[in-house]
């Protein structure tokens, strides 16, 4: 019996290009200059996104004042780290800070129902409505991921 060639399809993912990477110090007074350069590093590149430019502030303003407020604890000796790639068909950011992390393994993001006026898990539920979001093993690094427009 002679054996078979495998017919199985394996799709290659293009390898993400980095186009931004920074490390911040975790205060507050600072968001907005570092969600500017974050933009600025996008813009530059003419790569067009999903979200409008407000929207994109958004959700970085978000993710980037949950790191600052959950994970250093408004701690400025702490840092937050931030790293922004691309490929085809999105645009990845990756916002880590150092703090202990969190069990989101069990987040269910809930957006039928969800009670936007409750002051816990609004964040992630705002989030939740303009891009995937997922976390590392840890729960210290949140991974935004922003389609592409088309």
Known sequence: MRPTASHETHMIQPTPIPIFEKTFQSDPSQRKNIIDLICHAIIERRIPLSLSPEELFLVLDEAITNAIEHGNRWDPSK?????????????T????DEG?????????????????MSNRGRGIYILSQFCDI???E?????????????
Do not use: A, C, M, Y
């Open 79 to 91: 840092s937050i780290h931030v790293r922004v790639e691309t490929q085809d068909s999105r645009v």
């Open 93 to 96: 950011v990756r916002i880590r």
């Open 100 to 116: 202990e992390g969190f069990n989101h393994r069990g987040l269910k993001l809930n957006t039928k129902n969800r009670d936007i």
């Open 134 to 136: 997922s976390w590392n």
């Open 138 to 150: 840890r729960g210290n690094e949140i991974i935004l991921t922003i389609p592409r427009k088309k």
